[in-house]
């Protein structure tokens, strides 16, 4: 099993489709006994919130967030922790929205304060 989420800030890879997460969204999990939950924010949304459990290297959690337009959005995420070979985390996620139509999968990967990550791999930060 990958190490723990707790304390770690994880960041899409690419941007979704307008409103939702993107480059700029920063998550940062929290985990204990098999509950993790995050607080994210940045890009198009304002203020988000995921909360669910861990069995083994599978995430299953429910979220919740605002956007800037002013909307509030909810859905439902099954993620698949990967460890990556220079040791950092990296969830694969299948998505649904519950509150609209959508669904999808993106990915998001831990950024480090040594530039790994998604902020700085075209050599500036997002």
């Known amino acids: 099993m990958a190490r723990s989420l707790d304390g770690l800030v994880l960041a899409p890879v690419a941007d979704q489709a307008p409103g939702q997460v993107g ?8 985990e204990r006994d098999g509950v993790i939950w995050a607080d994210y924010a940045g890009g198009d949304v304002v203020r988000g919130h995921l909360v669910g459990v861990r069995e083994g290297d ?7 967030q605002l956007g800037h337009d002013g909307t509030t959005s ?26 609209r139509p959508g669904s999808g999968t993106s990915v998001v990967e831990q950024v480090t304060e040594h530039g ?4 700085s791999r075209n050599g500036t930060a997002d």
């Open 116 to 119: 790994h990550g998604t902020g």
């Open 23 to 30: 480059t700029r969204t920063r998550f940062t999990y929290r």
């Open 74 to 99: 909810s859905g439902h995420c099954v993620s698949a922790v990967v460890e990556l070979p220079d040791g950092r985390l990296r969830l694969d996620e299948t998505w649904e929205w519950e509150s």
């Open 58 to 64: 599978r995430l299953d959690f429910r979220y919740v």
